[in-house]
């Protein structure tokens, strides 16, 4: 069975029903628009209220240091605190160097950066892969408390091995534990992982803050930390529709994905105690950070709970170097999360039994709302219902003739007019939500302008350009509803086969206050798994 082919439920029965049902039952019709339509409402203002909330704390606690803070009442927490180490995984494939050096360079500038390990995990058929693996060593080489460099074979962990960032992060992360044990320095009781891309931008005491919830959290080793992700990484230079869903993915990871555990993104944090328990990534899918979030289940037999990082970190949004490119990269990139999270439904009913009752039920349901509801079908049965109400006179003679069969009568005029204007208030209700998404993502900018993650006012937008991305919020997220309609049509009657984690181009993405690769030195070094260049 595919269970995957459950999310065509949404494609051919939730999403159209508004066009036809009200030929049967006018009444229902009305009554299921409306729920549609205020449901979704209710929902983004749960959502717009959770993001308030982590915004406060993030401004709240943005001058915070932790390092001074970790618990030294004992003997043993003494030796954890002294011991205290990170594991930074960062996959990549064939982004630019200038974009790979900006990230690692946001790891160097961590208050703690003599506690990392730095692993760059990059693919066997990265275009000059022992030349960057070279340039990489021979910059950070004194960086970090040490540094890899690992390259990653084709089909590694068997031939069902997916490419992409979750077969390469499991290689990488396998390796650079051999490597610790090698060295005598796996000490669990101490050490996190972090998995984060190319185009990560950290804040200055992420790992600080990181290390104090570990060593002070009595479930240390049975949940997963997340910080809210922004994609102000040349946000206000790419269209409406890039910078519509670049807003509403931050919003969405503030208010639904983090305080309803649904699953971590790009950017996550975890123990090493339990990445171990969970078998490391599993290699034959392509959503690395939400197959994650189900292995840690499968290992703890519940939820997994999500805490947050308090302080933001820029990932880089979809983006192209012509519009023609914007667009075919926005579309590619949409599809493919689609497409992922269908994968990931049918491995989560496949592997049910391996989860507690209780929380495979939890979060079964928060996933369906999310990717399925939310992420899919809120816009385009609102676009339905929309169309249904232009309609209502052209559609008035075929009901009245299925009267005679059904005893259904169609709405007066004066009920119609009271739909319509119930309807159209959840969309103004809707619209109000989108200015607290822009303040947000405002702020947003206002906290990476303070910690210096990027020059002031790099991310700024004009007055007219808000107004009219704001304008467009909901047409682009119809546009990537149709998207999502029609990636889950193309899974289905494909399978497998569409499966794949195709990297996102970022060579719009080069710049900022990376440096040129060309500052780096000729340097001897070597890319096998085991490669490390170790800190002096």
Same mark, same amino acid.
């Given at each position: 069975?595919?269970?995957?082919? =459950? ?9 159209? =029903? ?22 979704g ?23 915070? +240091?932790?390092e ?62 022992? @030349? ?32 992409g960032?979750?077969?390469?992060a499991?290689y ?40 104090? /919830?570990?060593? +002070? ?16 990484h040349?946000?206000?230079e ?8 670049g ?16 699953? %971590? ?28 979030t ?27 170097? %012509? ?9 590619? /990139?949409? @599809? ?6 269908? @994968? ?47 309609l ?21 005029d ?25 303040? =947000?993502?405002? @702020? ?16 700024d937008t ?44 970022k ?19 070597? +890319? ?9």
């Amino acid at each position: 069975m595919r269970w995957n082919l =459950l999310f065509l439920i949404f494609d051919f029965i939730i999403i159209p =029903l508004p066009l036809w049902i009200d030929i049967f039952c006018p009444i229902f019709a009305a009554v299921y628009g409306l729920f549609v339509g205020w449901l979704g409402a209710l929902l983004l203002t749960v959502c717009a209220w959770r993001s308030l909330q982590a915004n406060w704390l993030m401004k709240k606690v943005v001058n915070d +240091t932790w390092e001074d803070k970790l618990p030294r009442n004992t003997e043993e927490e003494n030796r954890l605190a002294d011991n205290l180490q990170h594991l930074v995984m960062m996959c990549g494939y064939k982004e630019p160097m200038e974009v790979i050096c900006q990230s690692i360079d946001s790891l160097a500038a961590q208050s703690v950066a003599h506690r990392l390990i730095v692993v760059i995990g990059l693919e066997d058929g990265t275009p000059e892969v022992a @030349e960057k693996a070279q340039r990489l060593k021979e910059r950070y080489a004194r960086s970090f408390k040490r540094f890899h460099v690992t390259k990653h074979p084709k089909q590694w962990a068997g031939g069902r091995e997916i490419r992409g960032k979750c077969s390469n992060a499991n290689y990488t992360m396998r390796a650079a534990v051999t490597r610790l044990e090698e060295y005598g320095e796996l000490d669990l009781s101490c050490t996190t992982a972090t998995s984060c891309d190319t185009d990560s931008i950290f804040a200055p005491r992420y790992f600080e803050n990181l290390g104090y /919830q570990f060593l +002070t959290s009595p479930k240390a080793k049975e949940v997963v930390w997340q910080a809210p992700l922004y994609y102000n990484h040349f946000l206000n230079e790419r269209p409406f529709y890039v910078r519509a869903i670049g807003i509403m993915r931050a919003a969405y990871m503030l208010g639904f994905l983090i305080p309803f555990n649904i699953n %971590t993104m790009s950017i996550f944090s975890f123990s090493l105690d339990l990445c171990i328990k969970g078998e490391f990534f599993h290699a034959h899918y392509q959503m690395d950070d939400i197959i994650y979030t189900l292995t840690c289940m499968q290992a703890l037999q519940k939820r997994i709970e999500i805490l947050m990082i308090p302080m933001p970190v820029i990932s880089g949004p979809t983006s192209g170097t %012509t519009q023609c490119e914007e667009f075919s990269e926005w579309f590619r /990139q949409s @599809e493919r999360w689609t497409i992922g999270a269908c @994968e990931v439904f049918h491995y989560f009913v496949v592997k049910r039994r391996r989860y507690n009752c209780a929380a495979a039920l939890s979060y079964g349901m928060w996933f369906v709302i999310y990717y399925g509801f939310i992420l899919c079908s809120l816009t385009l049965t609102g676009l339905a219902g929309f169309i249904n109400y232009a309609l209502v006179d052209v559609k008035r003679a075929t009901i009245l003739q299925m009267a005679e069969h059904t005893g259904q009568y169609p709405l007066d005029d004066a009920a119609n007019t009271g739909v319509m204007i119930a309807g159209f208030s959840s969309l103004a209700w809707t619209y109000l939500i989108f200015l607290i998404f822009f303040y =947000l993502d405002r @702020e947003g900018c206002k906290l990476i302008y303070h910690l210096k993650m990027k020059p002031q006012g790099a991310e700024d937008t004009s007055f007219c350009q808000n107004v009219k991305d704001w304008i467009l919020m909901w047409p682009s997220l119809v546009m990537y509803s149709c998207v999502s309609y029609w990636a889950i049509l193309k899974v289905a009657a494909y399978g497998k086969k569409v499966c794949g984690h195709d990297p996102s181009k970022k060579d719009a993405l080069a710049g900022g206050n990376a440096k040129t690769t060309s500052e780096t030195d000729s340097a001897e070094a070597s +890319t096998s798994a085991g490669d490390d260049t170790e800190r002096s």
